[in-house]
């Protein structure tokens, strides 16, 4: 069984910064991929960015430029950096993992944490 446990939302105003991490753990062989999915009111959940076990990254265009993803395989965890921050990126944002373990394949989601952008 692995968790994944996130921290860092919270409330911050237009055009500042916000640090997530996310922190894996149980019986874990590797992880080949984490990221990021957020949900805001209203609408589908998308991909905000996503980092494979080489350091390969993938961004959503509307986060392109002010957000950075990054990961510490010592640790299991991955972290989302993001700057200039705007209201429509007001939203649940949730972990996921692709992980192998010794129990098989599985793809592990956090609980989620909320966004908001508002002065």
């Known amino acids: 069984q692995v968790q994944l446990v996130e921290s860092g939302g919270g409330l911050v105003q237009p055009g500042g910064s916000l640090r997530l991490s996310c922190a894996a753990s149980g019986n874990i062989i590797s992880i080949y991929v984490m990221g990021w999915y957020r949900r805001a009111p209203g609408k589908q959940r998308e991909l905000v960015a996503k980092i494979d076990s080489g350091g390969t990254t993938t961004y959503a265009d509307s986060v392109k430029g002010r957000t950075t993803i990054s990961r510490d395989n010592a640790k299991n965890t991955v972290y989302l950096q993001m700057n200039s921050l705007k209201p429509e990126d007001t939203a649940v944002y949730y972990c996921?993992?692709?992980?192998?373990?010794?129990?098989?394949?599985?793809?592990?989601w956090g609980q989620g944490t909320q966004v908001t952008v508002s002065s």
């Open positions: 996921n993992a692709d992980i192998r373990s010794y129990s098989g394949f599985f793809s592990s």
